[in-house]
C-alpha cells in the first residue's frame, strides 16, 4: 500500500507547501544561527529561560520542518497529527514573541496565518487526503457502499432482507400464497370457482 501511495502524484497546492517548507525551512536556520549570536553577544544582559525558549522552539521548527518534508517524500499517514504539533509550536513561538519579546502582535499573528490556511486545505482537499490518509477514503467509501446495499436491498422485492435472510423487502402482503400455497382470497377469484 505504501509503495502504491508514494508513486501517486501529489496534489498541486501540496507542491506548493513543499516549496514554502523548504524556503522557510532554509530561513529559518539563518533566523537560528542570527538570534544565537545576538543572543551570545548579550548573554548578561537577557533573561536566559527566554532565550533558550525562543532557541529551542525555532530549533524544533526546524527539526518539524525535515520531517515533514520527509512524510510528504513517503506520503506518511502520519503527516497531518505532525502538522497539528508544528502548527502548535508556531503559536507557542508567536505568543512567546509577543508577550515575552515584545514584538508587534500583528506580525505574531501573521505567522499564524499561514498555516492556519495550509491546515485548512489539508482537512478539505480530496486529493491530498486520498494519498495521505487513505484508510478514511476506503472506510468512507466502504460505509457508502453499505449504505447503498442497504437502500438497495430495502426497496427490491423478493431480494433477502439483510437482517434476517428471508425473502421479503416491499413485496406487498396481498401477493403472498397462504400456508397451503393457495393465492390470497380475492372476490375475482371465489367467482371463478363457482
Given amino acids: 500500500m505504501k509503495d502504491q501511495a508514494r508513486r501517486q502524484l501529489l496534489p498541486g497546492w501540496t507542491k506548493i507547501y513543499c516549496l514554502a517548507l523548504a524556503i522557510g525551512l532554509v530561513s529559518g536556520v539563518k533566523d537560528l544561527f542570527t538570534v544565537t549570536k545576538a543572543y551570545m553577544e548579550r548573554w548578561q544582559e537577557l533573561i536566559r529561560w527566554v532565550a533558550l525558549g525562543d532557541m529551542l522552539f525555532r ?71 486520498a494519498i495521505f490518509c487513505p484508510q478514511e477514503e476506503e472506510n468512507a467509501a466502504g460505509q457508502a457502499d453499505q449504505a447503498e446495499e442497504e437502500t438497495a436491498a430495502a426497496s427490491a422485492p423478493g431480494l433477502p432482507d439483510a437482517e434476517s435472510g428471508e425473502a421479503g423487502g416491499n413485496v406487498p402482503e396481498e401477493e403472498d400464497e397462504n400456508a397451503e400455497g393457495e393465492p390470497p382470497f380475492t372476490p375475482e377469484a371465489e367467482e371463478e370457482k363457482d
Avoid: E
Fill in 59 to 129: 530549533a524544533v521548527g526546524i527539526l518539524l520542518s525535515c520531517l515533514l518534508l520527509w512524510m510528504i517524500y513517503r506520503r506518511d499517514q502520519r503527516f497531518l497529527p505532525l502538522f497539528t504539533v508544528d502548527y502548535i509550536c508556531r503559536f507557542m513561538l508567536a505568543f512567546m514573541s509577543i508577550v515575552v519579546l515584545r514584538v508587534p502582535g500583528v506580525n505574531g499573528l501573521l505567522s499564524l496565518l499561514v498555516p492556519s490556511l495550509w491546515l485548512t486545505y489539508f482537512h478539505f482537499s480530496k486529493k491530498f487526503r
